[in-house]
């Protein structure tokens, strides 16, 4: 079963920088694509960025020129890097994937911006 760690997450100034980590338990992102997703209060969970097994990246117009993804050469880590955070950036975030079994979450790490 891949388990799914999340770190980074914190309380920044609107235009400040975090960059967030999600650690697998195996090298589960050098086939199966990576994604982070996050979840304001009140609101759906909505997908931020992703980046294939091969490592294309693709990210949502909403963060488009802000967020980075990327990922280790193991395939064991992949990174969101957040540049200008806005408030409207505040949410809990997720790392998943999908596997043979399913799609795994990992637990969220906590974004806050304060304006």
């Known amino acids: 079963q891949v388990q799914l760690v999340e770190s980074g997450g914190g309380l920044a100034q609107s235009g400040g920088s975090l960059r967030l980590s999600c650690v697998a338990s195996g090298s589960i992102f050098s086939l199966n694509t990576g994604g982070w997703y996050r979840q304001a209060p009140e609101k759906q969970r909505e997908l931020v960025a992703t980046i294939s097994g091969g490592g294309a990246p693709a990210v949502a117009d909403s963060v488009k020129g802000r967020f980075t993804i990327s990922k280790d050469s193991a395939g064991s880590t992949i990174y969101l890097q957040m540049n200008n955070l806005k408030p409207e950036d505040t949410a809990v975030y997720y790392c998943?994937?999908?596997?043979?079994?399913?799609?795994?979450w990992g637990q969220g790490t906590q974004v806050t911006v304060s304006s």
């Open positions: 998943s994937t999908l596997t043979a079994v399913g799609r795994v």
